[in-house]
């Protein structure tokens, strides 16, 4: 699998810049906006559809001027796994509370502030990739994915599912799941139309749509 070159936002989208968004545009807010657990300006945006975070990619590029859009599944891979195909973002090393938040409690716990925790840093710097929230991705959800492109037996550049399914790719595990959940090619599908409090999003834009 190869992907071709791309800017990965370095953390999900936070309550203050989903705000910006929702006054904007009059979107409707995400489902834990008042939430004082989920609602920090800092902490990621929870409670958002995967409709929800294709709305504000749009509207982030029609003010940017760029193609703003959700990473591809086989880009949010790449940037936690990095070249040497590491198992977690950060190594090999296994999960600990200075690279991850995980393993918490729905009842009392919430996601940190994004770039809590430095020393979970990706192979490109990226922060979050593991634990914390899930995050979307633009792909549909097809278990089999990675199965039928090792059958096939030919390097895919820029991989990518794509199609109507009600189902799409989530990555990166959330603050209530165990350490197997936040490996770097842990793979996991959600119904797009779920706005819960495990499940935020990052972006992503080509270096073609930069300008100055």
Known sequence: ??????????????????????????????????????????????GVSWHDAVAFSEWLGKQSGRSVVLPSEAQREFAARGEEGRKY???KEEPDESRARFGLR???DAPAEVGSYPAGRGPFGHLDLAGNVWEWCR??????AYAKRAQARQEAMDPEVTGQSY????????FVL????????????????????????????????VGS
Not at 167 to 174: I, P, V
Request: glycine share 12%.
């Open 89 to 91: 973002p950060w190594g």
């Open 139 to 144: 792909d549909s959800w097809d278990a089999q």
């Open 106 to 108: 729905w009842d009392r």
């Open 167 to 174: 189902m799409r790719c989530l990555r990166g595990g959330c």
């Open 178 to 209: 165990d350490a197997q959940f936040l490996r770097s090619a842990y793979r996991a599908g959600g119904d797009a139309v779920n706005r819960l409090g495990l499940i935020g999003f990052r972006v992503a834009l080509f270096p073609a749509s």
């Open 1 to 46: 699998m190869r992907v071709s070159p791309c800017w990965l936002a370095e953390t999900p989208v936070t309550n203050a810049q989903y705000r910006k968004f929702v006054e904007a545009t009059g979107h409707e807010p995400g489902r834990y906006a008042e939430d004082r657990r989920f609602g920090g300006a800092g902490q990621p945006v929870v």
